[in-house]
Every structure is written in structure tokens, then in C-alpha cells.
């Protein structure tokens, strides 16, 4: 078949469409692109071949290519909605493709630039070698299944937006404010449409990153189909509906789910435990647990790490200590937290003592049959009594350490100390696959002593509650942590 009969086959394409789409072709392939040696052709090329693909066969073929754009839409000062759209042009007449894809393929994701020193820790995960895990970037894609315009993201207390091209294809730069200075956080975030593919990049990208940088990452990024369902450059996107979804159902679990209870009534509570009470784990679901007895024998607290075993000391737990070896204090800011027409600022801060928690717990087999891969687990809650309930204090964590009073100016309290982890941070036995929180093997009758270890503020002495189900979380009474008991080990407030 010649050149000219293909034209035949396929719809004409109006003259509006045409002429955008001519625009596009001269407009891309005068963008600057970052190039690469393994790659003969550039990305240019590419682009205006595909534009190219439109204008010879119609809308039919690359339905979508360049007929939609992302932007960004000021609602106020501070706040920012990032879309995807059909492009507004008067010369088109009625020819924007709305339709949802027919198919979208599988995609895999080159990255073809890093700033020196940062490594691939998973996938689509990247930091640097002296932050490994903790900043670089964070990259996951959405399949658009419903349209490639159904997409659309609302931030506030954005500091800097930016609309740009990477490789043809739009993108939107993000910034909030990053008030937490001497951590790492991820206040930065980009966006860019692939519109011939029907995907969506996210780039979470933390504070130790430039944006700069973070711009040339995004445009060292090549996306491109694949019949391949497996592989480490293959995507593991999530559907557009699916993530919609997730979110209706978030919405709906916090506001009415009873599996997330923030205060119970004080009997829910009569199965607490005090220290040096052996009682039975079977009530915690785990297979393992039936035929376990456990036993908090002894509770220390210390204001150095003096009582953990050297050998199972990591380089965060020393980082919470001075030159003179003792547990530095947490430092807890007052937050007034923007919206679209300010930005959030601490209004003030304060320094409350740390001290180290350090438990000793006894796990035993009181079955007739060896126990493997024993999977431990300890949460330090912090409960406190109030009108004939039993409350989570110090709500989990970092996001309100304190309740705001009338007349305070601030909204949020964030401990920014290690006290505002409430998992273990320390224990001494592992085993399992990864050599983790896992007891290799428990014989009938035995007994395995596991130390665990948190930090906490002073203030939250008074209030420690320690759970070892493995099920719940620290933030929530669990209704399998309330089966099994918590243990009382609250101690003496040293503020």
C-alpha cells in the first residue's frame, strides 16, 4: 500500500485540528531536550514523528496526542489545582478527543538522569548514598482508564507552582513550605502528562533535593510502551478509578469506622496487664499465638543508651544522643497551618526532655510443637483517662502532640524529637527471611527474652501503655490489642 492510499483510510482530519497540531510539531521540536548516547534518535524526533502519525492517519490512530495539556489553576494565594484538559483553540471547532481509551498499554520508565551520589534504593525509589531511604525522590505513575482529562489534584499551601515541558509532554513544579529544617521531608512534588501513553508521573521529591535538580530528573525520564508485564523497568501503575476509589473509601473509614477508635469505654480496657503478669497472647489472631505466653518482667527508663546492647545500636538511635551521651531533648513546634490563602509558619517552639523506655519481654511456647518464624511486635500508646473514657493522648505522633486552647494562634503541635515514633526502635533478637523482628524458633516449654526499647518525652511517662499484638497500630485502640490486654508501665512524669 502506497503513502498516498493510506490517507485514504483513515477520516479526514478537520482543518482546525490540523493546524494545532502543525503548531505543536514546530512549537516541540524547538524545545530543548536533555539526549542521550544510547539513544540515536532524539526525543524531538520522536515527538514530531508521532505528531506526524496524526496528521497523516487522523485522530483515530494517536487519538489524544497533544490534544490534551496539564496546567495549573490559583485558587487564592496559596492554593493549586493541577488538571489535565482538552486544549481551548478557536480554529478547532468541535475536534477536542474526549474519549476515554480504548487501550492503554503497559509502559516502562527509563530514568537517564541522577545527581551525583544518589542511587536506586526500589523501585521507582531514589536517594542519596549518605540518606539512603530517607529523601531523593519517589516516582509512581496512574493509568488514566477513565480519560486522560479526569485527572485532577488539589494542593494547598503551595509557595512556588511552575507549569513546564519535559520532552513535549506538560508538567506542573510544586512547592510547599518546608518547616521541619533539619529533617528531610517531602514538600516538593511534580506532575507531567503522558498523553500518547494515557499515563500521569507523580514525583514526590524531598527537601535535599533542588529544584533543579529535581527538573532534570524529571527530564532525563523516557516513558515508553511495552508488551512486557514483568521487570524492574516495566511500571507498576495504578488505575485513575482504582485511586479515586481508594480515596472515597479513606474518606468514609475516618469518618465512621469502629475499627479505628480513638477513646473505649474504661471496661474495655479491664484486660490490662501490670508488669510481671504472665498472660496468654492466643486473643491476638496470630497462628503463632495460640499456644504463646507472654510476660513484661521489668521496666527501665533512661536518660542515655546505656542499657542497649552495642551490637544492635544503629546510627539513628545515636544521633539522638549529645557529646555528652545523653538523649538529647525533643524540640515540639507550633504550627498555623495554611490553606489557599496563607502559608503555614511555626508560631513558636519549645524543648521537652527525652528519656529512653526499655522493656524486657518474655515469650514462651506452651504448646507441644516447635514454633518458627515468631513474628514480635511492641507499641508504646500513650492512654490517658478522661470523662469515664480511656483516650489516645498525644495523638499519634508528630501531628498533634498538643490540643490547641481558646486563643492560641496555632492549629498543629509537632514533636519533632525520636519521642514521636511510637514503634519500637530498638530490640535484640532477629530472625525470619530479612533478619528482622522475628524470633527464629521457639522449642515446647521455652522461653525467649526479647528487649525492646522507645524513646518518649518526660511528659508521656505518665501515660505508657504498652501493646504487643502484632495486628494493631500504636495510634488506635485495636480491637485485637484490646482483646489480648494492653500493660500498664506507666511511670513517674520527668518533664
Known amino acids: 500500500m502506497r503513502l498516498d492510499d ?140 477513565t480519560g486522560d482529562d479526569k485527572f485532577e489534584v488539589y494542593h494547598s499551601d503551595v509557595a512556588e507552582s511552575e507549569n513546564f515541558t519535559v520532552n513535549g509532554f506538560d508538567g506542573v513544579y510544586l512547592r510547599s513550605p518546608n518547616l521541619y529544617e533539619e529533617e528531610i521531608s517531602f514538600n516538593q512534588r511534580i506532575y507531567v502528562a503522558y498523553t500518547d501513553v494515557h499515563y500521569v508521573m507523580k514525583m514526590y521529591i524531598a527537601s535535599d533535593v533542588t529544584k533543579a535538580e529535581a527538573m532534570k530528573i524529571a527530564q532525563g525520564i523516557r516513558v ?45 480496657m479491664a484486660n490490662t496487664h501490670k508488669i510481671g503478669e504472665r498472660f496468654s497472647a492466643e486473643k491476638n489472631g496470630n497462628e503463632n499465638y495460640k499456644w504463646l505466653e507472654m ?63 526499655y522493656a524486657t519481654v518474655e515469650y514462651t511456647n506452651t504448646g507441644d510443637k516447635t514454633l518458627h518464624d515468631v513474628l514480635f511486635f511492641g507499641n508504646l500508646t500513650r492512654i490517658c483517662e478522661k470523662d469515664g473514657q480511656m483516650q489516645i493522648c498525644f495523638k499519634d505522633s508528630r501531628d498533634s502532640y498538643e490540643t490547641p486552647k481558646a486563643g492560641d494562634t496555632w492549629t498543629r503541635a509537632v514533636n519533632q524529637g525520636r519521642s514521636s515514633f511510637w514503634e519500637m526502635q530498638y530490640y535484640d533478637v532477629t530472625g525470619g527471611e530479612r533478619g528482622n523482628n522475628y524470633i527464629d524458633s521457639i522449642q515446647p516449654g521455652e522461653t525467649v527474652t526479647v528487649h525492646m526499647a522507645w524513646f518518649v518525652t518526660g511528659e508521656e511517662l505518665s501515660s505508657l501503655y504498652l501493646s504487643l499484638d502484632t495486628f494493631g497500630g500504636a495510634g488506635d485502640f485495636a480491637d485485637t490489642a484490646l482483646a489480648m490486654g494492653y500493660v500498664d508501665i506507666r511511670q513517674k512524669n520527668q518533664s
Open 6 to 145: 493510506l490517507k485514504e483510510e483513515f477520516p479526514k482530519m478537520p482543518e482546525g485540528m490540523k493546524a494545532m497540531i502543525e503548531r505543536e510539531v514546530e512549537k516541540q521540536i524547538k524545545t530543548e531536550r536533555v539526549q542521550f548516547n544510547r539513544r540515536k534518535r532524539t526525543a524531538g524526533k520522536v515527538v514530531a514523528a508521532s505528531l506526524a502519525a496524526v496528521l497523516l492517519f487522523g485522530t483515530s490512530v494517536y487519538a489524544g496526542v497533544r490534544a490534551y495539556r496539564m496546567q495549573q489553576e490559583k485558587d487564592g494565594d496559596y492554593g493549586v489545582k493541577v488538571s489535565v484538559a482538552g486544549e481551548d483553540d478557536a480554529d478547532a471547532g468541535d475536534t477536542t478527543v474526549t474519549q476515554t481509551p480504548e487501550s492503554i498499554p503497559n509502559i516502562k520508565m527509563e530514568v537517564g538522569y541522577l545527581p551525583e551520589g544518589m542511587v536506586q534504593t526500589e523501585e521507582g525509589k531514589y536517594s542519596y548514598e549518605d540518606a539512603r531511604a530517607k529523601g531523593g525522590v519517589s516516582i509512581c505513575f496512574y493509568r488514566m482508564n
Open 295 to 357: 510476660q513484661v518482667s521489668d521496666v527501665k527508663v533512661a536518660d542515655d543508651l546505656s542499657l542497649l546492647d552495642p551490637a544492635h545500636v544503629d546510627e539513628d538511635l545515636t544521633a539522638a544522643v549529645g557529646a555528652d551521651g545523653k538523649i538529647l531533648p525533643a524540640t515540639i513546634q507550633y504550627i498555623k497551618e495554611g490553606g489557599s490563602d496563607s502559608l503555614s509558619e511555626v508560631v513558636k517552639e519549645r524543648q521537652v526532655a527525652q528519656k529512653l523506655v
Open 224 to 268: 515508553t510502551p511495552t508488551e512486557e508485564t514483568k521487570g524492574l523497568a516495566v511500571v507498576n501503575a495504578e488505575d485513575w478509578s482504582s485511586y479515586q476509589a481508594s480515596l472515597k473509601m479513606r474518606d468514609e473509614v475516618a469518618s465512621d469506622d469502629p475499627g479505628m477508635a480513638y477513646a473505649v469505654a474504661k471496661e474495655q
